[in-house]
Nanobody, 123 residues
Framework: QVHLVDSGGGLVQAGGSLRLSCAVS????????IGWFRQAPGKEREFVAA???????LYEDFVKGRFTISRDNAKNTVYLQMNSLKPEDTAVYYC?????????????????WGQGTQVTVPS
């Protein structure tokens, strides 16, 4: 059974940093892309970043230059380093495994999801 555990969220002041982790089990980790999404209260879930099987990355425009996604295949873990955080980054962040080796911005292409981790950046 595929299982994702995302962690690392918390409360951080504007301009600060956090690193989210997503540990994956039950799937051949290197064969799938992994994505990060977020959902703020009253808003739809939105794409943040993704990394494919070869390490290629894709970012949404609002995080380019601030967030970095990476993967450690030896640990079956994907990371999201978030720098220069802003109040508008406040949301629950979810990691998810894609249905194949290539990334997508569409949440329908991701078939297994973590439970979410809260990131709060006070204004």
């Amino acid at each position: 059974q595929v299982h994702l555990v995302d962690s690392g969220g918390g409360l951080v002041q504007a301009g600060g940093s956090l690193r989210l982790s997503c540990a994956v089990s039950g799937r051949t980790f290197t064969s799938y892309a992994i994505g990060w999404f977020r959902q703020a209260p009253g808003k739809e879930r939105e794409f943040v970043a993704a990394i494919d099987w070869s390490g290629g990355t894709l970012y949404e425009d609002f995080v380019k230059g601030r967030f970095t996604i990476s993967r450690d295949n030896a640990k079956n873990t994907v990371y999201l380093q978030m720098n220069s955080l802003k109040p508008e980054d406040t949301a629950v962040y979810y990691c998810a495994t894609s249905d194949g080796p290539y990334y997508s911005k569409g949440p329908h292409r991701y078939d297994y999801w973590g439970q979410g981790t809260q990131v709060t950046v006070p204004s």
